[in-house]
């Protein structure tokens, strides 16, 4: 009977690869087409990049031909300083009214505003820096997604780590309770046995929290209940990232790297600010046309209506600012300011970016060993198992180092599966570090799945 619990115990430690695949498992590209569709994040960023994209025609609206069209109607009483009539009666104005109709067009157009021009510009590159912040998001979700799923699929091992555990702690302290009874064995190996069985039995509890909460972490990504996922395969591909230079990932991040590329455009944007304050202490030249019509006409006099002819005006107008209280000398601080504090951003950004590159280079460098040496563990592991559960058959070796031998199994199999969703993550998280994740990454990913 306890060969039997042990063989089972056995057979779950080394057949667990998280979940189990099935016909109708969900992969990796289910949950990233969900998350497309559901993720509040990215659908935040787009809405945000949208609000921003229109400071662009509002900008350039200011640019662009002025019409406005006015009509005015006026009614005048006349009034009566005594407040009767001629004949006595009691005045109720009712003697008649007047009326006076204004119909006026205008026309304006900027022919020198620098202020104008500059807001324009500034627009444009804030709408850039939107755009390129939205890319990152995209990218992100790449990301997101991949590191959401490979959670599930790691803290699903766990619990199967956690499980063999169990069972074999179990096993060590029903034995040892049989043997106590026997008067075989001291009390305190059966209190030690049962302080590890409790033990385990509390951290397999934990485990399986925590796989609860990665598949929560999933849900809040895609909007609905994960099922069945489908896991990596144990053949991946160990291939040194391309090119094998890390000064070479990092240039390429000075240059395509979202978050830099938006932190540029910010700046850009300030400059485009600055000029915009400082031409408030310039003249500014506007180009205008107008078309006025009056109208008039009395119930008290009939036919004395009267409409005079239309009349239009043309001229340039010029203003030049003397004096606004210190406000335009503030807005040049304050855009300096801001120029100055977002060169800063800009600087942390591109060493942040530099020193990701770097670590996510050497991660997957590294990685390709450390896979390799944890894979023959694994097997070095399973071998010395393999041997002690023969000897225990035929009485040579304990059930105590039998279980020992399960438990270091275990860690190294905890080790290995984390390290292999770690090499394929981190080979995503180069890519995007330097701003090169695309969709075809995420499908690469997928196929590693089954």
């Known amino acids: ?30 949950i990233y087409r969900e998350a497309v569709a559901n993720d509040p994040v990215l659908a935040s960023a787009d809405a945000r990049r ?19 069209a006015g009509l005015s109607l006026q009614q005048f009483h006349p009034s009566f300083s ?19 109709r204004d119909l006026n067009l205008s026309l304006n157009q900027t022919v020198v505003d620098l202020s104008k021009f500059a807001r324009e510009r500034q627009a444009r590159q804030t709408q850039e820096a939107q755009e390129a912040t939205y890319e990152g998001e995209l990218q992100d979700l790449y990301v997101r997604s991949t590191s959401a799923y490979f959670n599930v699929l790691v803290a699903a091992d766990q619990v199967e780590v956690f499980r063999s555990y169990e069972d074999a702690y179990k096993q060590s302290f029903d034995q040892a309770t049989i043997k106590f009874d026997q008067g075989l064995a001291p009390e305190a190996d ?35 209940e994960p099922g069945t996922l489908k896991t990596l395969r144990e053949d991946l591909p160990m291939e040194a990232p391309t090119p094998d230079n890390a000064a070479a990932w990092v240039d390429q991040a000075m240059r395509q790297n979202p978050s830099v590329i938006a932190a540029n455009h910010l700046v850009s944007a300030d400059e485009h600010s600055i000029n915009a304050a400082r031409s408030g202490h310039l003249p ?23 409409y005079g002819p239309g009349s239009t005006t043309v001229g340039l107008v010029l203003t030049v ?6 406000l335009t000398q503030s807005q040049v601080r304050q855009a300096i300011h801001q120029r100055d504090e977002d060169q800063s951003d800009l600087e942390s950004v591109r060493r942040q970016t530099a020193r990701d590159t770097n670590n996510y280079f050497n991660l997957v460098v590294a990685g390709i060993g450390q ?26 070796q304990s059930l105590t180092n039998v279980v020992v031998a399960i438990e270091i199994l275990a860690q190294i199999r905890t080790q290995y599966t984390a390290l292999r969703h770690n090499f394929i993550l981190n ?3 180069l890519k995007r570090s330097v701003g090169a994740a695309e969709l075809k990454d995420v499908e690469e990913i997928n196929r590693l799945l089954q």
């Open 1 to 30: 009977m306890q060969t039997r619990i042990l063989s089972a115990a056995l057979a779950g430690l080394l057949t667990m690869a998280g979940l189990p695949a099935v016909a109708h498992a969900e992969d990796l590209m289910d």
């Open 427 to 429: 080979k995503l998280l």
């Open 321 to 326: 600012p003397l004096f606004s209280g210190g």
């Open 371 to 396: 896979v390799n040496d944890a894979r023959d563990a694994v097997d070095a592991a399973k071998k010395s198992l393999a041997s002690l559960r023969a000897g225990y058959d035929i009485g040579t």
């Open 50 to 68: 949208l609000v921003v994209a229109e400071g662009v025609p509002q900008a350039l609206s200011a640019l662009l031909p002025q019409l406005s």
């Open 284 to 306: 500014t030249l506007n180009a205008a046309v107008g078309y006025d019509k009056v109208g008039a006409w009395s119930n008290a006099a009939r036919g004395t209506a009267a």
């Open 82 to 100: 005594n407040g009767t009539n001629s004949d006595g009666t009691p005045n109720t104005g009712g003697d008649g009214h007047s009326r006076e």
């Open 190 to 224: 059966l209190t030690q046995s049962k302080a590890y069985y409790l033990l385990i039995k509390s951290e397999r509890v934990d485990a399986e929290n925590s796989l609860k909460d990665a598949r929560r972490a999933l849900q809040q990504l895609t909007g609905k």
